[in-house]
């Protein structure tokens, strides 16, 4: 068994996060004000900086981190409009997208070099932008479907990990580094549930695991793992983690 080294309590709803430099961990969420909200934590758990969107409504939905440091939150303010935050290491705003519609940005994934890929709402599509918030590439408009996680190679190719509105299936794809779709697999096991659920590059850079849930019904479901290489073929079986098993 393992053994907790420090535990915090952020009393924020929606929580996401995301391990940068020196093991700094940051949590983006919203208070109970309704407002979103960026915290870093130091290895030790010492709450370093909190920072909120100083809009109503709003919500921090996704989080990464850069090598140097620096933070960036995606999310949405006034409801149902797109956000994007940049913070440096002392916890100032660098920049800000604060966008008049688009529903929301979430998922997000920063690079150790600052570069951004987040998914829009409306339209559905991926975006970038560089270290300094300037826009870069667009996607063409992606699938209707729950968009839950999504990660970029040293190439600058994005893995892009959705599950059905009717949680059918879960749907791998592969866009490259000027947002033209190379792949996109559908992991359909038949007459189950199954759960999007998060995105990992392989240790070797091409390929991802992925996690998510499986042999679904409305109270319960088994753990699955899945990984695949960079040309969509599955390296091996799927690992099946019986979620009825004793621990």
Same mark, same amino acid.
């Given at each position: ?82 956000? &994007?935050?940049?913070? #440096? ?5 660098? /920049? $800000?997208?604060?966008?008049? !519609?688009? %529903?929301? @940005? ?65 749907? &791998?794809?592969?866009? #490259? ?5 190379? /792949? $996109?697999?559908?992991?359909? !096991?038949? %007459?189950? @549930? ?54």
């Amino acid at each position: 068994p393992t053994s907790r080294s420090w535990r915090t309590e952020c009393k924020s709803g929606g929580a996401t996060l995301a391990l940068g430099p020196n093991d700094m961990l940051v949590i983006g969420g919203r208070t109970n004000d309704n407002q979103g909200t960026t915290r870093v934590y130091q290895s030790d758990g010492t709450l370093q900086w909190t920072r909120n969107i100083m809009a109503a409504n709003s919500s921090v939905l996704g989080v990464g981190i850069d090598g140097m440091g620096n933070v960036v939150a995606s999310g949405f303010h006034m409801s149902d409009q797109a956000a &994007l935050l940049s913070y #440096d290491v002392d916890s100032n705003l660098t /920049w $800000s997208h604060l966008d008049p !519609d688009g %529903d929301w @940005l979430a998922p997000l994934h920063v690079n150790a070099a600052g570069q951004i890929w987040a998914i829009r709402g409306a339209p559905l599509q991926v975006e970038t932008y560089d270290a300094a918030g300037a826009a870069g590439w667009t996607s063409a408009p992606l699938e209707d479907a729950a968009y839950e996680d999504l990660v970029a190679d040293a190439q600058g190719n994005v893995y892009v990990l959705s599950g059905a509105n009717d949680g059918s299936l879960l749907s &791998l794809t592969k866009l #490259d580094n000027q947002g033209q779709q190379v /792949w $996109s697999i559908d992991h359909d !096991d038949a %007459d189950v @549930l199954e759960i999007a659920g998060g995105l990992a590059l392989l240790p070797d850079g091409n390929g991802v695991l992925v996690v998510g849930a499986t042999n679904g019904t409305l109270q319960e479901a088994d753990a699955l793992i899945a990984w695949y290489d960079g040309d969509g073929n599955q390296l091996v079986p799927d690992l099946v983690i019986d979620g009825d098993a004793e621990t």
